[in-house]
Every structure is written in C-alpha cells, then in structure tokens.
C-alpha cells in the first residue's frame, strides 16, 4: 500500500493504555498515510487509567509509528489533554520535529485554524468531580469489554457490530444538549478571537459544521476518537475533512515509505495566548 500524501492530519483521543483502544486500527492508519503535519490532541496516553499490567506491544506500536514518521520529516505537535495531563509542567518544549503544548494555532493558505483539547469547558475534569470522572472511566472500560464480547457474538452470525457507548450517548438528552452546548461555546470563542476555523477532540464527537452568529462565522471542527468512531481530521487541496477508518480499506499489504521534505512543510505560527483565563465569563447551559 502506497502510502498517501496529507498536508495535515489531526487526532485525538487514542487513550492508549485503555481497553477500549483501537491500536491495531491507529497503526494501520499512521502506515498510510505521509502527512507534512500530524497535530496529536490530547488523550493519547490515558494516564487516567494507566496501569503497568495493561499496556500491550499494540499500543507500544502507535507510539513506534509516530517516531517513525517524526525521523521521516512529519512534524508532530502533542497537544496536552486532560488525560494526559501530567505532560502539561512540560508544555512548550520542542525537540527537533516534535512539540508539545496546550494549544496551537497554525496558519495554512492563509486561513487561521485554532486547535486545542477542549477539556477547559468541562467542569467534570477539575476539582471534585474529577475523581468521579475517573471512576466513570473504569466503568467505561468494562462497558467496552462488554461490547467486544457482543460484537464477537455478532461477527460469528454475520451481523453488524455495534456500540453500547455510543448508544447510550446519544439517548440521553443531557449528554446530547451537553455537546451542542460545548460545540457552540467553542465556535463563540473562536469567533471572538476572529479564527476562521476550530478543532477540539474530547467528546468523542467527529464534527464539521458552521457555526454563525452575530458577531461572524468559524467552522468548528472535531477530530473525534479511537474509541468509538475511529475517526481523523485531514487537511488536502485547501479542505477539511473527517477520516472515518473503514477496516475493509486496510488489507494487509506493505506500506512504502516516502520522507516529507523540509521545504514543503507549511509554516506554523504559534499564538502563547491564554485559553483558561479568557473562559472565566463563559458557563455551560445546563
């Protein structure tokens, strides 16, 4: 399998060290494709649930594959999550192609793209409740093992597989009203600071849509997860679109390897101003 040249790809949520992982898919992802920028953000490494009895050579591989395309010429820009929060006393730092920081923004074909987790807006990740949310995760683990059984179940009578997770997130009507309320929250901020787009990950939620107000326009964006949807943001040709992982696409075939050269790395332009503070005045509808 050649493999495909990206201008830019952006994922999140890939909860390496979690049961629900897909690593094997995210290995077969990161194969094939030869992207000049790859924006990693937030939740890679869940250090939430991280436990040294459970990080199998799958998930090890993920890892492998990013330096492979960082010695390739890919820059690779970490950006922290609150999973892996415990990077964040490291924040920007740059070693070679590789930056970690807590949000970035990156100017391509004249366009100003703003990208960062997206935790900042949920309560549940600070202070008290942020241990209930960690109970919640181990909870969400045994859920996904529960689901693996049922779509081994299904395979074997040639049905369709199916997510519990998912399903339960789209029947609450707290948790539906709750994404649309950090879906709009995010595009107001973005519009105020005159972004022309937005990327967050974090709900777990693959997006791309308009959002207008009266004080102008952003699209807002969503990289998803590899948990439930296996999906990544890809930018080519001057458009974004969402990746949706199709396991039939990826037949087991070797992948060619071709390095990124230096000149053709759009330029970044990294703007250190201040996220948290500015969201004092913003609150969530309940």
Request: neutral net charge; hydrophobic residues 40%.
């Amino acid at each position: 399998m050649e493999k495909r040249s990206v201008n830019v790809v952006v994922m999140s949520d890939l909860h390496l060290g979690t049961y629900g992982c897909h690593a094997a898919e995210i290995v077969n992802y990161l194969k094939s494709i030869s992207p000049q920028i790859l924006v990693l953000n937030g939740d890679i490494i869940d250090g939430w649930q991280f436990s040294k009895r459970y990080f199998p050579a799958s998930h090890l591989q993920v890892i492998k594959e990013i330096m492979n395309l960082i010695t390739r010429g890919t820059r690779v820009i970490y950006i922290t999550g609150n999973h892996d929060e415990m990077m964040r006393r490291y924040s920007d730092i740059q070693i070679g192609n590789f930056q970690l920081t807590d949000k970035v923004v990156i100017e391509i074909d004249g366009k100003m793209t703003w990208i960062f987790h997206g935790d900042v807006f949920d309560a549940t990740t600070r202070g008290s409740a942020k241990l209930l949310a960690k109970l919640g995760g181990h909870g969400y683990d045994l859920l996904i093992l529960l689901n693996r059984f049922i779509n081994y179940c299904l395979r074997l009578l040639g049905k369709e597989k199916m997510s519990l997770s998912k399903k339960v997130k789209d029947s609450v009507k707290q948790a539906v009203s709750w994404i649309g309320n950090f879906e709009q929250t995010a595009a107001e901020l973005a519009i105020a600071k005159k972004y022309d787009y937005v990327i967050c990950g974090h709900i777990h939620q693959p997006q791309k849509r308009t959002v207008e107000t009266k004080e102008g326009k952003v699209i807002y964006m969503n990289s998803g997860d590899w948990i439930e949807n296996l999906t990544a943001l890809e930018y080519n040709d001057n458009e974004w679109e969402i990746f949706h992982y199709d396991e039939k696409a990826f037949a087991d075939q070797p992948v060619e390897t071709k390095a990124v050269r230096k000149s053709q790395r759009p330029q970044l332009s990294v703007v250190t101003d201040e996220v948290t503070f500015f969201l004092n005045s913003l609150h969530l509808q309940s």
